[in-house]
């Protein structure tokens, strides 16, 4: 087979279970659905970080957080270091970017790594801004509801899928690489029509409400500041069916996008990878949005689907798999022989079987040491509760290692007390167990796993050396100066 087209869609804080094919019957996904129908679902797949940038730089290097220090929102793939694009250009792929995401790349990466980025067609419209007041439950909540007017809005989203729609529409020579990243569903919730109607309360997946058992101090801490339980079931309810509708957006983008792939008649020549940063905690545990040392379950399952030829189609994949691995996967398709250090495992074998395993465990990070409080998240709006409980108690913030394997989920907190999750009496990950006593003969073993992965990826030597003896000039060639 030639060197295939790579077609990259990817939503933001998308969670797994609010996609059709990964279990919401409820949900309306017809077009991510049919990308699972046509290729390969992954059931088993998990983010490395629960917050966007660290995990869009983790992608593209197929480094872990820790690995580099890219651990934070402000620390970028840096020109010096390999990424996902720049391989693909660099072996002849013709790379293109749709949409104008910057929180990936330091300046100047990204014209290295691409041919286009940006827009054809530019967004003429932002989001609405909050819609009630500062202090208010609903404000706190990041809920704006429905968006005015009878038609899309041109917003990021938008002109980032028509930008990506105009340029498979120019028939670019092949092969290529197209990412698109889009904004939604990540919040604030507000979408437009029809997707603000397409749900009733009815037809919503049931929320956790419940606190948990031994969950970690910011699930409390994230309730009293931001103040969820003044939320209302009604008004949780109108939050998740907005999400349910910006979901089905995302969806109904995706569609126009594979339908102007197979009006170019490139389908059977491309590769087309679904898959997110990160999810959401939609009202579970009473929270809302991510938090950087946030472990759970919803944050963190990733609805990786991956179609085009070479796929067995119609196949589910329940091997571990983590965002590392996208980028081997890629390069691997594309023929590029990678020339750093990294800890992906290419799923190229398991696209015709979907019965091999490639890992039997994830691991998952974030989080800060208190060394590092002055590189906290800083913001202001609707965003400034968050930023002010880390900046006033950042032990809750405190560095976090998750490590998931068939039977539990064990995670060390470097602050606070560790977890232990029974994933298949507890597969919502709810009850701690971390104190049972009849499960204290499983923490010295997987605390021992998760060392020796910390250990094995704590840093890359890079392959290119540098002479050990480099001249410099002697002596000093200036007048001396006292």
Not at 264 to 280: A, C, I, Q
Request: hydrophobic share 35%.
């Amino acid at each position: 087979m030639s060197r295939p087209n790579i077609l990259m869609f990817m939503p933001d804080q998308q969670r797994a279970d609010c996609v059709g094919c990964f279990g919401n019957l409820s949900i309306q996904t017809p077009n991510i659905d049919a990308l699972a129908t046509r290729g390969m679902r992954f059931d088993n797949a998990w983010a490395n970080h629960p917050v966007c940038g660290p995990s869009r730089v983790n992608l593209m290097t197929g480094w872990y957080p820790h690995t580099r220090g890219h651990r934070t929102l402000t620390h970028l793939v840096q020109p010096h270091e390999p990424n996902m694009l720049k391989y693909l250009k660099n072996a002849g792929y013709h790379v293109a970017w749709a949409g104008a995401r910057g929180d990936v790349f330091a300046p100047g990466v990204t014209e290295a790594s691409t041919h286009f980025c940006g827009w054809t067609t530019a967004p003429n419209k932002r989001g609405m801004g909050p819609q009630f007041d500062p202090g208010s439950p609903l404000y706190d909540v990041f809920y704006h509801g429905k968006r005015p007017g009878e038609n899309t809005w041109l917003d990021f989203d938008e002109a980032t899928v028509q930008t990506a729609i105009q340029w498979l529409e120019a028939k670019p020579g092949g092969p290529w690489c197209l990412w698109i990243p889009l904004i939604f569903p990540h919040l604030p919730f507000e979408v437009e029509d029809p997707w603000y109607e397409m749900y009733t309360p009815a037809d919503l997946m049931p929320r956790y409400a419940g606190e948990g058992h031994g969950k970690p101090r910011f699930h409390a801490e994230m309730v009293k500041k931001f103040g969820t339980d003044r939320v209302t079931e009604q008004q949780w309810q109108e939050i998740t069916r907005v999400y349910y509708g910006m979901v089905s957006r995302v969806d109904h983008q995706l569609g126009r996008v594979m339908s102007a792939l197979d009006k170019t008649g490139m389908r059977d020549d491309t590769v087309t990878l679904y898959f997110t940063d990160h999810g959401e905690y939609l009202g579970d545990f009473g929270l809302v949005e991510k938090w950087p040392s946030g472990m759970d379950r919803c944050l963190l399952q990733n609805p990786l689907i991956i179609q085009g030829p070479g796929v067995k189609e119609g196949s589910v994949a329940n091997t571990f798999t983590e965002m590392v691995d996208i980028m081997p996967t890629v390069l691997d398709l594309a023929e590029v022989e990678v020339g750093h250090t990294h800890f992906g495992r290419s799923l190229l074998p398991v696209l015709g079987n979907p019965e091999l395993s490639i890992r039997d465990r994830a691991f998952s990070e974030g989080g800060f040491a208190l060394s590092e409080l002055d590189l906290l998240e800083q913001a202001t709006g609707e965003y400034a509760n968050k930023a002010v409980l880390q900046a006033e108690n950042p032990h809750i913030v405190g560095r976090a290692i998750c490590m998931r394997t068939a039977e539990y989920a064990y995670v060390y907190r470097l602050y606070e007390d560790d977890e232990l999750y029974d994933r298949r009496a507890d597969p919502e990950e709810r009850n701690n167990l971390i104190k049972s006593d009849s499960h204290q003969r499983c923490v010295g073993p997987l605390k021992d796993q998760l060392l020796n992965w910390l250990f094995e990826s704590a840093d890359v030597i890079p392959w290119e050396a540098d002479p050990r003896f480099p001249k410099i000039p002697q002596g000093q060639h200036d007048e001396f100066h006292f």
